[in-house]
């Protein structure tokens, strides 16, 4: 209730505060709020005293507290102030009866000071012998830091109750292993999508900061470990789950995001679970051709096809198609090139006829291709039929994130415009007759945590929720003779699309599925319960980060090692970065590629200017335009995008050259920055070798 202010941090880098002539501010969602707007400034610089926040999503961080062991609680404290914060420290800690602290709350509070747009987390633990819920109320005290005359500034004084809740023990015997699991039975093929993008602590490191509250029930872990895996395998088919379409990522013979399904070949329970590919096929153009498609089709049969654990329809394996659409694209325009105009779908089609022929001489029955239908939103029975001229046999979407022309504001709406339009939807679709629509059950939309404040986000999605998408979907089933239905997708964490076992529901969604779709064993339900309940885990990654001094000042002299870790890293579109005689050496193996690194406690404020000296040779001959490095990096307020970057034109002449980029004239760069992202240049087979890359004051 009391009168706050709070500087907002727009990411456009077209914004020029005194040319606005229209601005528009959502205040809140509830009907019953009260708001009062003092004033509202468009500036340069962040106005008013220092404000301390304390960020959602803090408290006890595991999906399950369970009395009896040590509990890990943490939270962020922010300053979305126009001051600096000083002098701060935890003045107090109130615990529920029978809670207690088993850690220095004098250390948890890691910073005496915040700058604006700066945050920190805190962290102690916890303990409790029985089970007990209610509230922790941490107080933060500091001061201001305009000082005048020799005055400190004034007191400043945040309360926040985070509520608890310890679950009594489940007692269970210690494991030495994943136990192994008790599938189900259901009438239903029910599968799941699912994202492997999670093999690298990179990666956890754009979610946990912004969204605690998503926390897999396995931690911030790493998804190639074969017993992550089992423990995956566990939990969908006891929860009715048979198989998962695995995004598959595969660009001209350039493989990316396979680790999880090497993971899985190593998997102890794999025979319990099927999987088959969803082929991520969203490239550039040119991506696409009759010669990579029988390199392809050649990879999937020697690899996959003939093992017992690739799903199968009508005893054909399956392969999911992203885009249909690109594939038709590039054909076409080969073609065209040669004289020859092909109709819409040819293109595509020829593609699929020769996988078939090459399947079939193989010894198979053929491949059952599916198709993502796009426009998402259509039933019109010419957006299908094109795709069963194609040579596709089914089509289903990867996410179903629309209102029925219902939401007032088509980018931040309920999740109840999903349950209440995706009936109808399915229905559409099914009633062109044309091809079987295999049923997405929506697990929402909220991609703040990779793409900021500007997504669309659909808020409010709960398993109750989520079982009436259930129960419409058994409606459904019963009307078309549907018998395969699909979860989509499970662990798109960052896109905020996910049911697997997490902090903010539990099993939730899982159970919610197995009780509308699956036979109730006579002994009753399998029990859901993490790892730590049989003493395994946790699998996190290490988050260790390089010290400061080392990460201003990158310099590629000395191997990496666990007491010296790398400050950059492979992010995408290129080969496994070596040091070669001192320098940081890769080639790209596609027009966007990049590196990356993650830091701590890099203040903006305190650097001037990034310097990269590098050299950049092209393999294939030198490209015919203006060739670019760009440099990005991205706070907790303002995550990595186009307007937190900066260019620079590169020279390819064959030598080093030191390339500049002037930060400090960029207003974004300000606050604490945690992540960075160089791309070298935008050709594919460049070999790139960095010397240095250096801040500067």
Known sequence: ??????????????????????????????????????SIRFSTDPHGPAQLNFREGGGLTDAFNRAGRVLPFEFYLSNAGGQTAEELKIESLELPPGVSLVSDLSKALPAAELEPFVSVKCAFSLRAEKAVSGKAVVKITGRNGNF?????????????????????????????????????????????????????PESWERIFPVAPIRKPVLGWYD???????????????????????????????????????????????????????????????????????AAVTKFWIEN????????????????????????????????????????????????????????KEAGFNGIYFISMKWPEASAEP????????AGFEMTSLYHYMHHGDKAPNPKYFSFDYCVESILPYWEARQETGILPFLPNLSTGWDSRPWHGLRQTVIYGRTPEKFRKICEKCLEFTKKSGQRNIILAPLNEWGEGSYAEPNKEFGFGMYEALRETFCEKPAEGWPLNYSPADVGLGPYDFSFRKPELNVAVNSTFDEPVSEEKPQVWSAMMGITAPEII?????????????????????????????????????????????????????????????ESSSLRQRLIPDGDFHEYVFPLSESRFWQGKVEALRFDPCSTKNAKVEIDFIRFEK
């Open 1 to 38: 209730g009391k009168m706050r202010v709070h500087n907002i941090l727009i990411s456009s880098s077209h914004l020029n505060p005194r040319e606005v002539f229209y601005a528009e501010l959502e205040l809140s969602n509830s009907p019953e709020s009260e708001v009062v707007v003092k």
């Open 148 to 200: 005048k005359d020799g005055e400190k500034g004034a007191e400043l004084s945040e309360i926040h109750e985070f509520p608890i809740e310890i679950l009594p023990s489940l007692n269970l015997p210690k494991a030495d292993y994943v136990p192994e699991p008790k599938p189900l039975k259901s009438e239903y093929e029910i599968g799941a999508l699912y994202f492997p993008g999670w093999g690298k």
């Open 223 to 293: 998804e190639a470990n074969p017993e992550c895996i089992d423990w995956q395998i566990k939990w969908a088919v006891e929860n009715g789950i048979q198989y998962f379409l695995v995004d598959w990522y595969w660009n001209r013979g350039s493989q990316h995001l396979d680790h999880w399904v090497k993971g899985f070949q190593k998997a102890r329970y794999r025979s319990y679970l099927k999987w088959a590919m969803m082929w991520a096929n969203h490239n550039g153009p040119g991506s696409h051709s009759e010669e990579d498609q």
């Open 304 to 359: 996959y096809f003939n093992t017992p654990e690739y799903y199968r329809i009508d005893d054909r394996p399956v392969v999911m198609i992203w885009s249909p659409e690109g594939m038709d694209r590039d054909i076409r325009e080969i073609y065209r090139a040669k004289g020859v105009e092909l109709k819409k779908g040819e293109g595509v089609k020829k593609l699929l006829d020769l996988s078939q022929k090459m399947a």
């Open 382 to 389: 010419e957006s299908v039929q094109w795709l069963a001229d």
């Open 581 to 641: 005689e001192g320098k940081l050496t890769f080639t790209t193996t596609h027009w966007d590629s990049a590196i990356q690194a993650r830091l701590n406690n890099l203040m903006a404020s305190r650097y001037s200017r990034l310097v990269v000296r590098m050299r950049v040779t092209y393999l294939d001959g030198k490209p015919d335009r203006v060739e670019e490095a760009q440099f990005f990096w991205g706070t907790v307020f303002a995550p990595i995008s």
